[in-house]
């Protein structure tokens, strides 16, 4: 069984890459990221970011290790700047700012892309964890059937959960949209700051 499907590593990549990327707790922030949006628009943008994180966390799991090697970028170099960036986002979530973007008939920014698609969902820890799982596996048929399908099983979990945000959002109303928002923008914020945290702490030790 194992030389076509890998149960164990099935669960081991799923469980993890499903803690990182948490679905249930990108619900506030999809919310406020979209909250000026109509509910097909929405529904559009759910779309859009996910198969956008899917792309990157598949070519980072391809290509990853030989594209860092090439600029010479280490992984906790990506993890720092991917913390700076998500600390950028927490602010603006925070101080009303990705609202008003949003509001703005002028928008040009596709919010689905970035920040939602990357580094929201496929951020320097799902980078990672993914890079570490390809890093470590035997190279057989069985492995790389886990690691995909566990990636796919994500990615539909990140999709369900964003594409019934609209029943939350009707449950909690405009106001409650933004108290939510104003709460995951400070949780973003910490998250942001604890990534910073441990590229820094990595840097350390491998001076």
């Not at 929405?42 to 899917?54: D, E, I, S, Y």
């Not at 698609?117 to 820890?125: D, E, Q, R, S």
């Not at 942001?192 to 945290?197: C, D, G, K, P, T």
Request: glycine residues 8%.
């Amino acid at each position: 069984m194992t030389e076509i499907f890998d149960p164990r590593l099935f669960a081991s990549v799923f469980i993890t890459l499903f803690v990182i990327m948490d679905p249930p707790g990108t619900v506030p922030i999809f919310l406020g990221l979209t909250g000026a949006m109509t509910r097909k628009q929405r529904n559009r943008a759910a779309w859009q970011a996910v198969t956008v994180a899917l792309g990157v966390i598949v070519s980072f799991a391809v290509f990853g290790q030989s594209i860092l090697s090439y600029m010479h970028i280490s992984l906790a170099a990506l993890q720092a700047s991917g913390g700076l960036l998500l600390l950028l986002i927490a602010m603006e979530l925070l101080t009303g700012k990705m609202e008003e973007q949003q509001a703005s008939p002028n928008a040009k920014v596709n919010v689905a892309l970035v920040p939602l698609g990357t580094p929201l969902l496929a951020g320097p820890g799902a980078i990672v964890a993914t890079m570490v799982f390809v890093k470590q596996a035997d190279g057989t048929v069985g492995d790389w059937t886990a690691i995909c399908l566990a990636i796919v099983a994500v990615h539909v979990s990140l999709y369900l959960a964003m594409r019934f945000a609209n029943v939350i959002h009707r449950v909690l109303k405009d106001s409650g949209t933004i108290l939510v928002t104003r709460i995951a923008g400070l949780l973003l914020a910490a998250i942001a700051v604890q990534l910073i945290a441990d590229a820094v702490t990595a840097f350390v030790q491998q001076a």
